[in-house]
């Protein structure tokens, strides 16, 4: 498949996509052979928003030479496995091998499948936080969910670009390619037209994949107002009991100020410093000589 070596260091072993290719040429500018190699992942969720999830990394290479094509596919789980052959089933038929590309065309249709499941995955997780109770729902499971369509989103957005770039391709080697008699070249646009109906497919995924994004983020902002709404409710309550407190230590404050000053007076006059029985010959009630005593304790 004549894989270049750059291929497999880390940065593209970890990348999220990629497409490239290699052709030759012959004298009379007919296609004498044409290598492909891309890399496409996804990641589908469980229905429920939960931990779990499978990230499918599917690396696909490709080598046509003398009207054969041969497609390895690494990476390839049980479910695209399914998908590309219900694909082949239906498509085997219209393959035709003089071109270099038709073989690739029951793959992105089972690219296109998995990245439908993948999308609807996240579309039912953020449908059923819609029809919950915000009261009810945690924060953390939200962000989860709002991790997985971040992801969903990113994975679909670089194999949108990926399958665009093979599909320019496409059209650039028709343009090339000399030695195509008239069937061909009807084969040839009945291939491309195909192609252009799977990306339009991918877009439109996309777009729904982005209104998830959106849905779930206008889900956690109605949760945190519904929150600040109940905060702002229980603060009102408290103001409300504070200002039934705040009456009631005035009333206390206009009693205590009615009542001070003739205790206040009470106290000082029934203190042992007066004396209220006459004494004989001296009528009336006297004060002590050390009444002063008092001032000086209390004034300092």
């Not at 291939?191 to 799977?198: I, N, S, T, V």
Request: glycine share 4%; charged share 20%.
């Amino acid at each position: 498949f004549q894989i270049p070596s750059h291929f497999f260091a880390t940065v593209y072993r970890r990348s999220n996509g990629f497409f490239s290719f290699s052709e030759a040429f012959g004298q009379n500018g007919r296609l004498q052979s044409s290598y492909t190699w891309f890399r496409v992942l996804t990641k589908m969720t469980a229905r429920d928003a939960s931990s779990s999830y499978t990230w499918h990394e599917m690396t696909f290479c490709s080598w046509w030479v003398s009207d054969r094509c041969t497609v390895l596919c690494t990476g390839a789980s049980s479910l695209f496995r399914g998908l590309l052959k219900d694909a082949l089933d239906q498509t085997g038929e219209t393959m035709p091998p003089f071109e270099p590309y038709s073989s690739h065309v029951p793959l992105i249709e089972a690219i296109v499948g998995m990245q439908d499941s993948s999308v609807w995955s996240v579309r039912d997780i953020v449908r059923g936080i819609e029809k919950a109770n915000c009261g009810s729902l945690h924060f953390s499971m939200m962000h989860e969910a709002a991790r997985h369509a971040i992801h969903c989103f990113e994975t679909l957005s670089v194999t949108v670009a990926t399958v665009e770039a093979l599909q320019e391709q496409t059209v650039h080697l028709a343009s090339k390619n000399k030695q195509m008699s008239e069937p061909d070249v009807g084969v040839s646009l009945q291939l491309r037209a195909r192609m252009d109906l799977q990306v339009r497919m991918l877009r439109n995924l996309l777009l729904r994949s982005q209104s998830n994004k959106e849905r779930l983020q206008n889900e956690i902002a109605l949760a945190y107002n519904v929150i600040a709404q109940q905060d702002s409710q229980v603060m009102k309550r408290l103001g409300e009991a504070a200002r039934l407190d705040s009456g009631a230590m005035r009333t206390i404050a206009v009693v205590t100020m009615a009542f001070l000053p003739p205790i206040f007076v009470s106290a000082i006059f029934s203190m042992s410093f007066f004396n209220y029985t006459p004494e004989p010959g001296r009528p009336g009630w006297s004060v002590s000589g050390k009444f002063s005593v008092y001032w000086v304790c209390t004034v300092p």
